[in-house]
Every structure is written in structure tokens, then in C-alpha cells.
């Protein structure tokens, strides 16, 4: 059993929003994270968070139109994301890790969700 699942990936036109979700199973984690692949290309990070501080940090590509939220009781994360880009297009996968640094390498995370596809038409 995974520790985190992540969903909400869907189709979009472009401007529009899609909300993905990712859930802890049984714990939370100090950070848990957004990362981003498109076919060809390598897993780019989009954002993440200390849980238990809140602190936010997102990549430059998708600041100011994505968002990263919690929510303690469902032990959820969420990643809204609005004005969408087709370069958006991608599957998105929620990632975690134990240490309480946000990092943007894949590397340094330890969990993984199976990932959630988001397409955005022109």
C-alpha cells in the first residue's frame, strides 16, 4: 500500500482549473510535494510544503497561478491550479519525503504517488 495517492488530473481547456488532491495513508509527512512530467522530458518539481509549518515553495513556472493547500482532518493535500497552459500538460505526481527541507530534486524525496494525468487544449 502506497503511502500517498494522489487524483484530479482530468482535461482542460486552456485558462481554465483542475484541483488535484493527494492523500496520506495512515501519517503524514514533514514535506510533501508536487512534481510534474511530460512525455520526453524530465520530472520537473512544481511546488511543495512543510506540513507542519506551512511554508510553501513553488517553481517559477508555476508561480502565482498554482496553489498548494492542506487539509489536517482528511490528511490532503491539495495542488489548485489555474489559467492553465497546454506546457502544463503532464502527469502530475505527489511526492513526500521524511527530512523537513523542501527540496526541488526527485531524488530527495521518498514516497510516490502513481501520478494523475492533467491535459490543457488550446
Known amino acids: 500500500q502506497v503511502p500517498v495517492v494522489e487524483s484530479g488530473g482530468g482535461y482542460v481547456q486552456a485558462g481554465g482549473s483542475l484541483r488535484l488532491s493527494c492523500v496520506a495513508s495512515?501519517?503524514?509527512?514533514?514535506?510533501m510535494g508536487w512534481f510534474r512530467q511530460a512525455p520526453g522530458k524530465e520530472r520537473e518539481f512544481v511546488g511543495a510544503?512543510?506540513?507542519?509549518?506551512?511554508?510553501?515553495y513553488y517553481d517559477t513556472d508555476v508561480q502565482g497561478r498554482f496553489t498548494i493547500s492542506k487539509d489536517n482532518a482528511k490528511n490532503t493535500m491539495y495542488l489548485q491550479m489555474t489559467s492553465l497552459k497546454p506546457e502544463d500538460t503532464a502527469v502530475y505526481y505527489c511526492a513526500a519525503r521524511n527530512g523537513g527541507d523542501i527540496h526541488y530534486l526527485a531524488e530527495k524525496y521518498d514516497y510516490w504517488g502513481q501520478g494523475t494525468q492533467v491535459t490543457v487544449s488550446s
Open positions: 495512515g501519517r503524514t509527512f514533514n514535506v
Open positions: 510544503m512543510n506540513w507542519y509549518s506551512g511554508g510553501i
